[in-house]
């Protein structure tokens, strides 16, 4: 919802200023610059990219827009409990978190799975590093379209203008006069086109995408000591101990006995 507020902003006023100057919005509409620009950018990030890459672009911006990071006080509270529950019932008593329709998140079931079927402390801790090596990389990809594109933009939109601007003087000699300013400011829509998309869009998304995959990664991190921990018997108030070392703030400490259920925030 904040990236929509945003784009809202940035487009708004720059509309809103243009208007304030005696503009009108139909003067920044005409789809021969728009078709330049933008056209010319797909075509450049298909060239750039794999179309194996471009197919996913639609969960990218998914989550560029829709994705919560998750409290990672919450899921240390998890994990403190989840020890807690294994040091009273056994590991098999934590199997139920891997079970099909719990919210549990994925990459928290991966690892609970390993531990209860026994996996060795290396094992556990390869398989879930070659998961988050892919998961940053989807992220890095994501982010690196985008910049491309940002990259991309401005040049088209100067590509667009250029070309405007060599119809315009072509036809100088028999131009109607009073048409002229119309022609040339059409011309500069390109340009427009591509610094707005680019400063308002492109980049901006890939930025965001870099920050949520720096955030992912540190969640996967913590995810992932925690679970090593519990799998080597770590006492659950030494683990919450730990793992506030991941953030700033309080120390959750939960008893050994403690029967609190702490929640896990489902991945998106």
């Known amino acids: 919802m904040g990236a929509i507020i945003a784009l809202i902003i940035g487009f708004g006023s720059m509309i809103i200023g243009f208007m304030g100057e005696g503009g009108h919005v ?19 990030v298909l060239l750039a ?8 672009i639609g969960k990218i911006i998914k989550v560029a827009f829709t994705r919560k990071s998750k409290n990672l006080t919450t ?6 409990t989840l020890a807690a ?15 099909d329709g719990s919210e549990v998140d994925p990459f928290i079931k991966k690892g609970i799975q390993l531990i209860v079927d026994g996996e060795s402390y290396e094992m556990i801790r390869d398989t879930l590093e070659i998961e988050m090596d892919a998961i940053s990389e989807r992220h890095k990809t994501g982010a690196a379209i985008f910049n491309s594109a940002g990259g991309t933009a401005p040049t088209m939109g100067i590509v667009g203008t250029v070309l ?19 022609s040339i400011s059409a011309a500069f829509l390109a340009t427009l086109y591509g610094l707005a998309s680019a400063n308002l869009v492109f980049l901006p998304i890939g930025t965001r995408l870099k920050k949520i995959a720096q955030k992912e990664e540190m969640e996967k991190e913590l995810i992932l000591e925690a679970i090593l921990m519990i799998q080597q018997g770590v006492r659950p108030n ?13 120390a959750i400490v939960l008893d050994a006995s403690s029967t609190q259920e702490a929640k896990v925030v489902p991945e998106v």
């Open 26 to 44: 139909g003067a920044l509409i005409s789809w021969t610059p728009a078709m330049i620009v933008f056209g010319g950018t797909i075509g450049s």
């Open 49 to 56: 990219f794999p179309l194996e890459y471009i197919k996913d």
């Open 75 to 80: 899921i240390i509270a998890y994990f403190s």
């Open 85 to 99: 529950k294994v040091k009273r019932e056994g590991i098999l008593s934590i199997e139920s978190e891997t079970a």
């Open 164 to 182: 405007g601007l060599v119809h315009v003087l072509g036809g100088l000699a028999d131009a109607d006069m009073s048409q002229l300013g119309e």
């Open 238 to 250: 030494l683990i919450n101990e730990k793992l506030m070392g991941f953030i700033n703030g309080t």
